[in-house]
């Protein structure tokens, strides 16, 4: 009896370590719903949805599987030809034997590295492939969404699902499931080879696979909380990192960085610690299956080198010194794939976990979407209605309370109030960013919910106060790469709205370098260019939200000249501060508190002495007392 102590202590030994983690593992709840990782979708639903991507690729993946069976042809029968090679050394020593065994294990050795490397290229390629169809679909999501849904959501937040989401999805066609597939493959054939050459040595191989079942899923519920904290801590980062590199003008100007520092390496530090949680569940899981693996070892030479190494009996069958050389082999290639299993398995959650956030963000419904009965006008005269016109942001706070108003054919007509009063809401509403609740709008007599958006928003053409401009060049943020709009439309376009007096004396001219944002132009140089912009893609009805505030006196003079040629194109609805500026209009609509107070051209509403003429000479007096300024100066 005393032959089996050694076994014994190692019994022993293994089943402490697994009561530990098992009351570790009772111990532990796993708080999903307070790390808000609550997951909505089954695995199952997730993998019919990737697997819709994944279907035109079928014989691709057909190939693959073709080849990780001739892959593995390696694992399953080197050690048979190493433990042979042992016998042959060991016994009459035949070296055209041994060449010939070598000759084929290189053979069989360079099969499988080629049928790797097929493996790995087709994947990579398929994979990319796939991801990035559904990176389009995902931004295209995102683009049909309403202004309401994006100020909901966190633009960082959209990044992540773009960027990171789609990556973690990748690594799962390009790695995850052909190897999850192949050490299943290899599980199996080595098991098969084992029994078949000593199923006794087997039997007592199979004693240490509950533990690893055992440690498997107690590491299971451990990773998937760590995958968790670091996806949830990824994502913070992230937010935090777009909204304050946006807005890190404002951080320096109120010298804030210190504070916005702290907060950065709060948010820094706790996906560190994260990313420190991962690494130590890594870190206790690989050195206890390897305990396990070195443990069958251990049990293994002891049964085979008890006594004479050569031919001794274990439970009635041979175990030859070739025997023992291929089931030590074959213990590692059986422990290998199981610990790349229990990995990979939580990389295939992670990977899940993501294509759950992606497909969430796609799962989006428009709020604001084309009636099934929606006409395309391909052309419009610019004729505007309000119809008692209500809307509110949020629910009961009416920002527009009854509005009503009729814009003719090519008027134009500006909008007057003080901030809130809902000028640059009735904008929005004209071009369906928000959806009213109450009321009508027409165009041309057509409501616009009857209209489809894209061919809505054709006719229209917005500049708005803050430019914005996208990295490039002049020329690509005027055409916005529309290839229906040639080289001669884009410099008519600039000279009309007086934007060729700063383009031509630029280095590059319409090929001059745009940065982020166009923080390389002055503000007046923008919206030049923004006029230009809405110039060349031929609006019907143009509309101006503060054009021409916070600029200097000469440029304001160049956008003066500009917007009077515009007046002439079509409908031209203008928001404006400064008053001087809509002199001209054929209709100013005075707002207050969502409602409309008063309405009429600027003569009649400054002899009405009434919200119009207050607003006018104060801004009057205003000037004139800038100017007296100035004039001292």
């Known amino acids: 009896m005393y032959e089996y102590y050694p076994l014994l202590m190692v019994g022993t030994i293994v089943g402490l370590f697994s009561l530990v983690l098992l009351i570790a593992y009772l111990a532990v709840k796993d708080k999903k719903q307070a790390m808000g990782f609550e997951r909505q979708m089954g695995d199952r639903e997730i993998?019919?949805?990737?697997?819709?991507?994944?279907?035109?690729y079928l014989p691709q993946f057909l190939l693959v599987g073709v080849v990780m069976l001739f892959s593995i042809a390696h694992d399953v029968i080197s050690p048979l030809i190493i433990?042979?090679?042992?016998?042959?050394?060991?016994?009459?020593f035949d070296m055209p034997q041994i060449y010939r065994a070598v000759a084929v294990y290189v053979a069989i050795l360079l099969v499988s590295m080629?049928?790797?490397?097929?493996?790995?290229?087709?994947?990579?390629?398929?994979?990319?492939?796939?991801?990035?169809?559904?990176?389009?679909?995902?931004?295209?999501?995102?683009?049909?969404?309403?202004?309401?849904?994006?100020?909901?959501?966190?633009?960082g937040k959209l990044v992540t699902r773009v960027t990171n989401d789609t990556n973690a999805i990748s690594m799962m066609f390009t790695n995850?499931?052909?190897?999850?597939?192949?050490?299943?493959?290899?599980?199996?054939?080595?098991?098969?080879?084992?029994?078949?050459?000593?199923?006794?040595?087997?039997?007592?191989?199979l004693c240490f696979v509950p533990f690893i079942v055992l440690?498997?899923?107690?590491?299971?519920?451990?990773?998937?909380?760590?995958?968790?904290?670091?996806?949830?801590?990824?994502?913070?980062?992230?937010?935090?990192?777009?909204e304050n590199l946006s807005g890190i003008k404002i951080t320096q100007i109120f010298n804030r960085e210190e504070s916005k520092m702290q907060d950065f390496r709060e948010k820094s530090n706790a996906l560190g610690r994260a990313k420190q949680e991962q690494i130590l569940v890594f870190g206790i899981f690989r050195?206890?299956?390897?305990m396990l693996y070195v443990s069958s070892v251990l049990c293994l030479l002891y049964l085979g080198g008890k006594g004479y190494l050569k031919d001794q009996v274990f439970m009635g069958q041979v175990i030859t010194s070739g025997t023992l050389v291929s089931f030590y082999m074959y213990i590692s290639k059986f422990y290998s794939p199981i610990q790349n299993?229990?990995?990979?398995?939580?990389?295939?959650?992670?990977?899940?976990?993501?294509?759950?956030k992606v497909f969430t963000v796609m799962d989006l419904e428009p709020a604001i979407q084309d009636a099934t009965d929606a006409v395309s006008l391909q052309k419009i005269r610019g004729e505007i209605e309000f119809r008692d016109v209500w809307f509110s942001y949020v629910e009961g706070e009416w920002v527009l309370k009854g509005v009503s108003f009729h814009v003719m054919p090519k008027e134009t007509v500006a909008f007057v109030g003080s901030t809130g009063s809902g000028k640059t809401t009735i904008l929005s509403l004209i071009c369906r960013n928000y959806e009213f609740q109450r009321g009508e709008i027409l165009i041309d007599g057509i409501d616009i919910r009857k209209i489809k958006i894209s061919s809505l928003r054709r006719h229209f053409g917005q500049m708005l106060q803050d430019v914005f401009l996208f990295s490039g060049t002049i020329r690509s943020n005027i055409a916005l790469r529309a290839e229906d709009i040639s080289e001669e439309e884009i410099i008519k376009a600039c000279r009309y709205v007086n934007a060729d007096r700063f383009i031509d004396r630029l280095e590059k001219g319409l090929d001059e370098e745009v940065r982020e944002r166009g923080n390389n132009f002055s503000a007046g140089q923008r919206q030049l260019l923004s006029f230009a912009r809405t110039i060349v893609h031929k609006p019907s009805v143009m509309i101006l939200d503060e054009a021409t505030a916070n600029i200097d006196t000469e440029t304001e003079l160049l956008i003066q000249d500009s917007l009077e040629k515009m007046q002439n194109i079509g409908?031209?609805?203008?928001?404006?501060h400064r008053l001087s500026t809509i002199q001209h209009a054929d209709n100013i609509i005075v707002l207050s508190h969502g409602k409309i107070i008063e309405q009429g051209t600027h003569q009649k509403l400054l002899e009405k002495r009434g919200k119009y003429y207050r607003l006018y000479h104060l801004q009057y007096q205003r000037e004139e007392t800038a100017r007296e300024k100035n004039g001292t100066a």
């Not at 299971?220 to 935090?240: G, L, Q």
Request: charged share 20%.
């Open 47 to 56: 993998m019919r949805r990737l697997l819709h991507y994944a279907k035109p």
């Open 83 to 92: 433990g042979r090679i042992e016998e042959m050394a060991a016994g009459d």
């Open 114 to 155: 080629f049928c790797t490397y097929i493996q790995a290229v087709v994947l990579q390629k398929t994979g990319q492939r796939i991801i990035s169809v559904v990176r389009e679909d995902l931004f295209v999501k995102i683009e049909s969404l309403s202004h309401e849904q994006l100020n909901a959501i966190p633009v």
């Open 176 to 205: 995850l499931l052909a190897n999850f597939v192949k050490n299943m493959f290899v599980i199996v054939a080595v098991f098969a080879a084992m029994l078949l050459l000593n199923y006794e040595l087997t039997l007592m191989i």
């Open 215 to 242: 440690f498997t899923v107690i590491f299971r519920k451990f990773s998937r909380r760590a995958y968790r904290k670091v996806k949830d801590r990824t994502t913070d980062i992230n937010t935090y990192l777009s």
């Open 287 to 290: 050195p206890l299956v390897y």
């Open 341 to 356: 299993l229990a990995e990979q398995f939580n990389w295939l959650q992670s990977a899940l976990a993501s294509a759950e």
């Open 571 to 576: 409908t031209m609805l203008m928001v404006a």
